[in-house]
């Protein structure tokens, strides 16, 4: 075969190919579908750099090979050569006129999963090794990406630096005790120390291990020093809960920022998010489109909501007031004091305001130990951004920065003062003002492609009883 340039679809389709045209150019890829009859072969190829496929065309006569023809079937990857041209048909502005193919790997027609469109998404979790190679998968893995790349672009402007925070801690940022553990003892016959409980100082790490929940603690002990970090990377939580919205592996970007109070961390919170629905519709349209007109025809509408309207901002107290004279029936009633579910989200986001709410000033005592005590002792500087859809995308807070009140708070959870003595000391040695939140990765996935399920949205998924690939 000749050595040509190998083309991607992507630069092959984009408006500006003028110059390509006429060219004889290489392109590889998977075949989507072969059609034609016994003169002309249409070969649809994808190569994941765009949702479009290239149209190939085959004379089969003066091509000769038709054993060669009949292996290009769905599923299989080749390699062509030929001259890209103007296209005469329907659908595509140019199409390839092949003059050399390469099979690399067939796909036999019995076998291979992908034959006919229309799988169900329950079907394509099961053969997540291959989902990727189907138009909504490629949609959302492109759309993954621009996503990561946009969220480094902001704090890169902005003056943020990227903190790696450890995966294996031995703390538990958010005190809910839901950590996988992590060790490398002797699960049948592990070491006992006299009192006959597991002696972990004989562990790998000569302590109890775990893998982070949130790298909020580290990104604390990171903005005391640089000022603005953020980070992103995987967290992993333990909790059994098998819902459309919770994974046991999620990607978190936490900004933590020294001298910002909570509403500087609010404004933030709001302008990251408005820039990254900015930038996919920017770079993203035609991946948004397939979605939009597949899973859902609100999805553009929802996103320009996001872009367009001032989030809403009000304290949990109130929002409690008017969930109540909101006369609903809410499966979780409401009083003051409770976790809000996501129905209550929900109804605050979709019927009360239309449009995203910031809620602040939660109860002390439903949230985590290192939120700043407010004044009435009783709530603390909180803030969730609740989305339409989804509910709590953003987590975050002002943080305690005072030893004291810190310290108390740490004593009466009952967390070890040796598991986060680190922590603590940050208060002593020139402490200061300071907030930070957590975006799940996930959650504004969700959002922005319109899936209605969360493992959906990530290349494999773990979840309770799920670890498949
Ligand atoms: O509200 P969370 O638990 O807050 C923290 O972890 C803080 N340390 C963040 C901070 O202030 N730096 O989690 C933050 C966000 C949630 O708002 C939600 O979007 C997402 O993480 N999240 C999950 N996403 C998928 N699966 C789960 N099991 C999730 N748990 C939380
Ligand atoms: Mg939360």
């Known amino acids: 075969m000749k050595k040509l340039d190998r083309k991607r679809v992507f630069d ?43 149209q190939v065309v085959v004379d089969v006569k003066a091509f000769g090979n038709d054993e060669l023809l009949r292996q290009i079937t769905t599923g299989s990857c080749i390699s062509v050569n030929g001259k890209l041209v103007e296209s005469q048909g329907k659908g595509q502005s140019v199409e390839v006129q092949a003059t050399e193919i390469t099979l690399y790997g067939s796909a036999d027609p019995e076998k291979y999963p992908l034959q006919k469109k229309g799988h169900s998404l329950e079907f394509l979790r099961e053969i997540a090794h291959l989902r990727p190679r189907t138009n909504t998968f490629g949609a959302i893995f492109r759309i993954r990406h621009a996503l990561s790349f946009a969220i480094h ?14 995966i294996i801690t031995g703390s538990d940022a958010e005190g809910a005790g839901e950590m ?18 597991v002696d972990y100082s004989q562990d790998f790490f000569g302590k109890e291990t775990n893998l982070t929940v949130s790298g909020q603690l580290e990104g604390e002990l990171g903005a005391l020093a640089l000022s603005n970090i953020y980070t992103f990377g995987p967290t992993f939580r333990a909790e059994n809960s098998n819902t459309s919205r919770h994974l046991s592996e999620f990607w978190m970007i936490e900004p933590e920022m020294a001298f910002y109070d909570i509403h500087d961390n609010m404004d933030l919170a709001e302008s990251f998010l408005k820039y990254l629905v900015a930038y996919l519709l920017a770079h993203c349209e035609d991946d948004l489109a397939f979605l939009q007109k597949m899973y859902d025809d609100k999805l553009f509408e929802r996103l320009r909501m996001v872009q367009e309207h001032t989030f809403e901002r009000l304290t949990y107290t109130e929002a409690i007031a008017v969930l109540e004279k909101s006369g609903k029936k809410f499966e979780y009633p409401v009083k003051w004091g409770v976790d809000l579910q996501s ?4 109804y605050l986001v979709e019927e009360a305001y239309g449009k995203p709410v910031i809620l602040t000033d939660y109860p002390r005592d439903i949230k985590a130990f290192y ?34 009140k810190l310290h108390g708070r740490i004593h009466e959870m009952g967390i070890e003062t040796s598991d986060v003595w680190w922590y603590l000391e940050t208060r002593k040695f020139g402490t200061a003002p300071h907030s930070g939140f957590g975006l799940g990765f996930e959650r504004l996935m969700l959002f922005v492609t319109g899936m209605g399920n969360i493992r959906d949205v990530i290349p494999f998924p773990r979840a309770p009883q799920n670890a498949e690939f």
């Open 343 to 346: 129905e209550h989200e929900r």
């Open 12 to 54: 092959l389709l984009k408006k500006d190919n003028q110059a390509l045209i006429g060219q004889e150019i290489n392109v590889k890829g998977w075949v989507r579908t072969r059609r034609g009859n016994k003169n002309v072969a249409f070969i649809a190829l994808n190569d994941g750099s765009i949702i479009h496929n290239l």
């Open 153 to 166: 672009k902001f704090f890169n402007d902005e003056g943020f630096y990227y903190l790696h925070t450890p």
């Open 371 to 404: 939120m700043k005590l407010n004044d009435d002792g009783k709530t603390v500087r909180a803030m969730d951004v609740l989305f339409p859809g989804i509910g709590e995308i953003v987590g975050g807070s002002q943080r305690e920065e005072d030893y004291d």
């Open 180 to 197: 996988f553990r992590v060790t490398t003892l002797d699960l049948k016959n592990p070491p006992l120390d006299d009192k006959g409980e």
